[in-house]
């Protein structure tokens, strides 16, 4: 047991984790076997995409499935034999099935050339229910940094307007918020995100309530953090901007695949997400989440199955329910950045907003894109659906227990982003884990020199290359503003950063595959 005085950092606790993952893994058999009774039958079916056609492959999978020590999801992936891919916060890998299936689609394209505008409602018919919103609302985008530009972009500004966002923004939220400072001459507010000790849900309110003044019109902010798997807390966070008359725009990258999303109860008015890393759909994939109502009561929305039905084209319909908005206030102005279609219905013409317009048909038809890689995205959602959201956030979350459990034994409390406890606040309910093994007495906050922060960027990067080198093991490390041991209300300079390293654990890892990242990692890093 490292040194710790810490209640939660009894003798047992990384046993008592273990068991944790390991009933996840157990849960995850029943929703299997509950999935499988299910087959053929799902919501995709009702919502007008027909069966799910992948019954023999994650049928064979399961079948497949090894111990409660092994990832009953681990069969329907394809990883190459002995690698073990811990990097999904950068990207994801998709199921076989999926790139079975994709991959026939392509040859069908080719064999059939056909354009690629058509079918997407059927998906967002089908999908938007996973994220807790509806399809009118839900499109389709290349990626989180395109939804985010287009979200952005779309918004209206004056010279002087300001933006509270935080320290720890990924560069397509740094990008999104340069972009109108310099365009529109908005201000740009940081706030800077506490880290191990400093670690709490009301100094980030407080960090953003201390900015907020009558110019404030949007806040931005990733969840959960890239640099430290930190999840903030975004409902009070969009509620609290609701209640300001503040726009409220979310960088999920990381929440897709990864979290049990219900977006009308997070009450953002604008979410942009990955398909490609924890959704695990393939590259140049995302969602780009609109709020299109207020409505504090659930509802049906009676969805056309076809994408022209906002031109008048007879479509039939599929009955969607839909959870009622926790944020009811006004919908902010908005217009298209990028549409075939622009005007061509009254649908968001001069930015204007009508919670029965179905938006994402607008801004879904942005020219050809990739019919294969869409249908993948589906294809995975669904399986994520079938397999139950809540139960692979489960699985993921106690997984990351354990692994974080086997840090502290190891390298102690003080060598994490956010702190252990037995039963984990928000901030460390996520499947990414960022621990320093490199500064002195493996302290996550310590301050560092300048020449000490770029002697440790060095020493992280070539831990990261020999891991992979040597382990067959894929993580990554990350520049950090991390809170400063010195004065826990500040954040390291710019030429101050910490190097930690980033591991990502997902529904296809084992805690046996956590004890292979920990026996390397022995190794490879410093260690008491
Ligand atoms: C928080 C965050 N936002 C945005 C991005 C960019 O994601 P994408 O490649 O989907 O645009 C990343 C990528 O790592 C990220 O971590």
Same mark, same amino acid.
């Given at each position: 047991?490292?040194?710790?005085?810490?209640?939660?950092?009894?003798?047992?606790?990384?046993?008592?984790?273990?068991?944790?993952?390991?009933?996840?893994?157990?849960?995850?058999?029943?929703?299997?076997?509950?999935?499988?009774?299910?087959?053929?039958?799902?919501?995709?079916?009702?919502?007008?995409?027909?069966?799910?056609?992948?019954?023999?492959?994650?049928?064979?999978?399961?079948?497949?499935?090894?111990?409660?020590?092994?990832?009953?999801? @681990? &069969?329907? #992936? +394809?990883?190459? $034999?002995?690698? /073990?891919?811990?990097?999904?916060? =950068? *990207?994801?890998?998709?199921?076989?099935?999926?790139?079975?299936?994709?991959?026939?689609?392509?040859?069908?394209?080719?064999?059939?050339?056909?354009?690629?505008?058509?079918?997407?409602?059927?998906?967002?018919?089908?999908? @938007? &229910?996973? #994220? +807790?919103?509806? $399809?009118?609302? /839900?499109?389709?985008?290349?990626? =989180? *940094?395109?939804?985010?530009?287009?979200?952005?972009?779309?918004?209206?500004?004056?010279?002087?307007?300001?933006?509270?966002?935080?320290?720890?923004?990924?560069?397509?939220?740094?990008?999104?918020?340069?972009?109108?400072?310099?365009?529109?001459?908005?201000?740009?507010?940081?706030?800077?995100?506490?880290?191990?000790?400093?670690?709490?849900?009301?100094?980030?309110?407080?960090?953003?309530?201390?900015?907020?003044?009558?110019?404030?019109?949007?806040?931005?902010?990733?969840?959960?953090?890239?640099?430290?798997?930190?999840?903030?807390?975004?409902?009070?966070?969009?509620?609290?901007?609701?209640?300001?008359?503040?726009?409220?725009?979310?960088?999920?990258?990381?929440?897709?695949?990864?979290?049990?999303?219900?977006?009308?109860?997070?009450?953002?008015?604008?979410?942009?997400?990955?398909?490609?890393?924890?959704?695990?759909?393939?590259?140049?994939?995302?969602?780009?989440?609109?709020?299109?109502?207020?409505?504090?009561?659930?509802?049906?929305?009676?969805?056309?199955?076809?994408?022209?039905?906002?031109?008048?084209?007879?479509?039939?319909?599929?009955?969607?329910?839909?959870?009622?908005?926790?944020?009811?206030?006004?919908?902010?102005?908005?217009?298209?950045?990028?549409?075939?279609?622009?005007?061509?219905?009254?649908?968001?013409?001069?930015?204007?907003?009508?919670?029965?317009?179905?938006?994402?048909?607008?801004?879904?038809?942005?020219?050809?894109?990739?019919?294969?890689?869409?249908?993948?995205?589906?294809?995975?959602?669904?399986?994520?659906?079938?397999?139950?959201?809540?139960?692979?956030?489960?699985?993921?979350?106690?997984?990351?227990?354990?692994?974080?459990?086997?840090?502290?034994?190891?390298?102690?409390?003080?060598?994490?982003?956010?702190?252990?406890?037995?039963?984990?606040?928000?901030?460390?309910?996520?499947?990414?884990?960022?621990?320093?093994?490199?500064?002195?007495?493996?302290?996550?906050?310590?301050?560092?020199?300048?020449?000490?922060?770029?002697?440790?960027?060095?020493?992280?990067?070539?831990?990261?290359?020999?891991?992979?080198?040597?382990?067959?093991?894929?993580?990554?490390?990350?520049?950090?503003?991390?809170?400063?041991?010195?004065?826990?209300?500040?954040?390291?300079?710019?030429?101050?950063?910490?190097?930690?390293?980033?591991?990502?654990?997902?529904?296809?890892?084992?805690?046996?595959?956590?004890?292979?990242?920990?026996?390397?990692?022995?190794?490879?890093?410093?260690?008491?």
């Amino acid at each position: 047991m490292g040194s710790s005085n810490n209640d939660d950092l009894q003798a047992g606790m990384v046993s008592a984790a273990r068991d944790a993952a390991l009933a996840g893994a157990e849960r995850i058999h029943d929703a299997r076997r509950e999935f499988l009774k299910l087959f053929g039958m799902g919501a995709a079916a009702a919502a007008g995409m027909g069966a799910i056609p992948f019954a023999g492959a994650v049928g064979d999978a399961v079948a497949a499935t090894g111990s409660p020590a092994g990832s009953p999801y @681990a &069969p329907a #992936f +394809g990883f190459a $034999p002995g690698l /073990l891919y811990m990097n999904i916060g =950068t *990207t994801g890998a998709s199921p076989t099935q999926v790139v079975q299936h994709a991959a026939a689609d392509y040859q069908d394209i080719a064999s059939n050339p056909t354009a690629y505008f058509f079918g997407q409602q059927a998906m967002r018919n089908a999908i @938007a &229910p996973g #994220f +807790g919103c509806d $399809p009118y609302e /839900l499109t389709l985008s290349f990626n =989180t *940094t395109d939804g985010l530009c287009r979200i952005i972009m779309g918004l209206q500004f004056q010279p002087g307007d300001e933006i509270i966002t935080t320290n720890m923004e990924e560069d397509a939220g740094k990008s999104a918020a340069a972009m109108v400072r310099d365009r529109f001459g908005v201000v740009v507010r940081e706030v800077g995100l506490p880290t191990n000790d400093a670690v709490s849900e009301n100094t980030v309110m407080k960090r953003f309530r201390d900015q907020l003044n009558r110019r404030t019109r949007a806040i931005l902010f990733s969840s959960p953090v890239y640099l430290t798997g930190a999840r903030l807390p975004e409902k009070d966070l969009c509620r609290w901007a609701a209640r300001n008359g503040v726009i409220s725009i979310v960088d999920g990258a990381h929440g897709p695949g990864m979290l049990a999303l219900d977006l009308h109860d997070m009450g953002c008015d604008f979410y942009s997400g990955a398909g490609h890393k924890w959704q695990c759909g393939p590259g140049q994939t995302g969602f780009m989440y609109i709020r299109n109502g207020f409505s504090a009561a659930p509802y049906v929305r009676n969805a056309p199955t076809s994408d022209l039905a906002p031109f008048g084209v007879p479509s039939p319909t599929v009955p969607i329910n839909v959870p009622g908005y926790s944020n009811t206030t006004a919908l902010p102005t908005y217009f298209p950045t990028n549409t075939l279609i622009y005007g061509a219905t009254p649908i968001l013409l001069n930015g204007s907003r009508n919670p029965d317009d179905n938006i994402a048909a607008i801004l879904q038809l942005v020219g050809n894109g990739s019919r294969p890689s869409q249908k993948a995205l589906a294809e995975a959602c669904q399986l994520w659906d079938g397999w139950g959201r809540q139960a692979i956030e489960e699985y993921v979350v106690a997984l990351a227990q354990y692994l974080r459990a086997r840090i502290v034994d190891i390298w102690g409390p003080q060598a994490l982003s956010v702190p252990y406890k037995r039963n984990p606040k928000l901030a460390a309910r996520t499947g990414l884990t960022s621990f320093n093994p490199f500064s002195a007495g493996y302290d996550y906050n310590v301050d560092l020199s300048a020449a000490e922060a770029q002697a440790q960027a060095t020493a992280s990067s070539a831990a990261v290359a020999t891991m992979r080198s040597a382990h067959q093991i894929v993580i990554r490390n990350n520049r950090v503003p991390h809170s400063l041991r010195s004065d826990p209300e500040a954040n390291a300079a710019a030429d101050a950063l910490s190097a930690p390293l980033r591991v990502s654990t997902h529904l296809f890892h084992s805690t046996a595959d956590v004890d292979r990242l920990i026996a390397a990692l022995l190794q490879v890093v410093p260690h008491p």
